[in-house]
Structures are given as C-alpha cells and as structure tokens.
C-alpha cells in the first residue's frame, strides 16, 4: 500500500517535470501506459510463473476503466499547464469524493461522522481553490511580478 501511495506521488511529481521540459501529454500518457504493460507483464510472469491472461468479465471492466484512466491521465497533464502542481494535485485527490459518494448511494455503505465530514469539506476546499485561482489570475493581470514568477515555466 506504501509503495502505491509513493508511486501514485511520485507520478504527480514526473508530470510536472513533464510539464517543464516541454513533453506532449498524448505520448506522455502512451509511454505510461506502455511501460505499465511491459512491467505488469514481466512481474506475472517472472515473479508468478503464469501466462498472462485475464478472464472476459475482466477485460470487459478493464478497458473502459483504462481508457477512462488514459482520459483522466490526459486531461490532468493538459491542466497542470495551466496551474501549479500543488493546486492540480490537490483537485485530483478531492476528485475522490465522487466514487465515494456514488459508492455511499448505489452500495449503500455506511458514513462514519469522520467519514461525513470529510466528504462535506471536499466542496470547500474546491470554492477555496477557484477563490485563489481567481485572486492569482487578478493579480497576474495587474502585473504583479511574484504572481507572473511563480507562473512561469522553470522557475521555483
């Protein structure tokens, strides 16, 4: 689970880096995915000793949850050119609460109060992200320089 957490980070990290030297998101994204084929393929079958195959029911959920996973992929690289890494994160995770609360509506999963509140702060913390958007974009306009410097690609 760690090395998940830590892979899922450090791919937020790589994308920004993406972002600064100036890659293409679409062959971005093929690579991804390419390489994460190559390496799931090599772990099943070096560390499993088996042939790689799936069930249908499988593959019949996982290619639309990979092309939604390409899409999501997609538009998070094309949106952190626009924002900074910290905000586009950030946006991701919150975008978390969604499945959550759609698996609270259709699984009828139990909310503890930890839980409740959680999913109530989620619509805050986004109004407080457009809120500083905005402030940033005025402040841009009005030509401030530390707003147009921490804007600007390569720089801290």
């Given at each position: ?75 998070f690289?094309?949106g ?16 978390s ?16 109060p ?43």
């Open positions: 689970m760690l090395l998940a957490l830590a892979c899922f980070s450090t791919l937020g990290v790589f994308h920004k880096l993406a972002d600064v030297k100036n890659c293409r998101p679409r062959p971005l994204t093929a690579l991804i995915y390419v390489w994460s084929l190559v390496l799931i393929t090599a772990m099943v079958v070096l560390l499993q000793q088996r042939s790689p195959s799936a069930p249908a029911a499988v593959v019949s959920i996982g290619i639309p949850f990979g092309m939604s996973a390409a899409a999501a992929i997609l538009a690289q094309a952190i050119r626009h924002g900074n890494i910290a905000t586009s994160w950030l946006a991701i995770n919150l975008s609460g969604i499945p959550t609360v759609a698996s609270i509506i259709l699984y009828n999963e139990s909310v503890s930890a839980k409740a509140v959680a999913l109530l702060l989620i619509p805050v913390a986004m109004l407080l992200l457009w809120k500083d958007k905005k402030q940033e974009e005025q402040r841009t306009r009005a030509g401030e320089p530390e707003a147009v410097a921490v804007r600007g690609k390569g720089t801290a």
